[in-house]
T-cell receptor
Framework: GESVGLHLPTLSVQEGDNSIINCAYS??????FIWYKQESGKGPQFIID?????DKRQGQRVTVLLNKTVKHLSLQIAATQPGDSAVYFC??????????FGQGTRLTINP | DAGVIQSPRHEVTEMGQEVTLRCKPI?????LFWYRQTMMRGLELLIY????????DSGMPEDRFSAKMPNASFSTLKIQPSEPRDSAVYFC???????????FGDGTRLSIL
């Protein structure tokens, strides 16, 4: 049988709706944050990053919001498409040190 | 542009055998990372190099694991002897600077029987 493993948080959204994936980070000294997308059978893929001197950054269909007061990071995906189905990881670093990854959130798209 | 290249993509071998995983980082990237991903433990950093020098190997699970980076364009992760609990997907990533955005390869799926 299958071993007990990580229970990833799961977010299910309707195709065409906006998705918001949240991440609580651990270190108040963190000054750099990244969102990654991992599709089945592939490595994590860089989506967007943000530095601590900003609170919002936009890319193509994606927006990252940073709230340093509560140590919270979010990824907003506009008009979610079937190809957005994946596991999404946030990662943080401080002082140009190595990235520390979160556990991930699984995003599923309902047709 | 070529991304991070890992080989082999899949490896199935019997316990006790030596396993060597290979990675070619993106040209111009001076930091290289080895990760292991399992259902039980998620994505774990095993070791990373900066300018070909190992900086932090605290994530390497046991002495059976070793990693080398003989030059800026090649790294290996070796497991000897391998055990069934080493079965996982092993990722290599590279970046320009340790804290910069890491770019991942597509991983090696390792199965130890």
């Amino acid at each position: 049988g299958e071993s007990v493993g990580l229970h990833l948080p799961t977010l299910s959204v309707q195709e065409g709706d906006n998705s918001i994936i949240n991440c609580a980070y651990s270190n108040s000294a963190s000054d750099y944050f990244i969102w990654y997308k991992q599709e089945s059978g592939k490595g994590p893929q860089f989506i967007i990053d943000i530095r601590s001197n900003m609170d919002k950054r936009q890319g193509q269909r994606v927006t990252v919001l940073l709230n340093k007061t509560v140590k919270h990071l979010s990824l907003q995906i506009a008009a979610t498409q079937p190809g957005d189905s994946a596991v999404y990881f946030c990662a943080e670093s401080w002082g140009a040190q190595k990235l520390v990854f979160g556990q991930g959130t699984r995003l599923t798209i309902n047709p | 542009d070529a991304g991070v290249i890992q080989s082999p993509r899949h490896e199935v071998t019997e316990m006790g055998q030596e396993v060597t995983l290979r990675c070619k980082p993106i040209s111009g990237h001076n930091s290289l990372f080895w990760y292991r991903q399992t259902m039980m433990r998620g994505l774990e950093l095993l070791i990373y190099f900066n300018n070909n020098v190992p900086i932090d190997d605290s994530g390497m699970p046991e002495d059976r694991f070793s990693a080398k980076m003989p030059n800026a364009s090649f790294s290996t992760l070796k497991i000897q002897p391998s055990e069934p609990r080493d079965s996982a997907v092993y990722f290599c990533a590279s970046s320009r600077g340790v804290g910069g955005p890491q770019h991942f390869g597509d991983g090696t799926r390792l199965s130890i029987l």
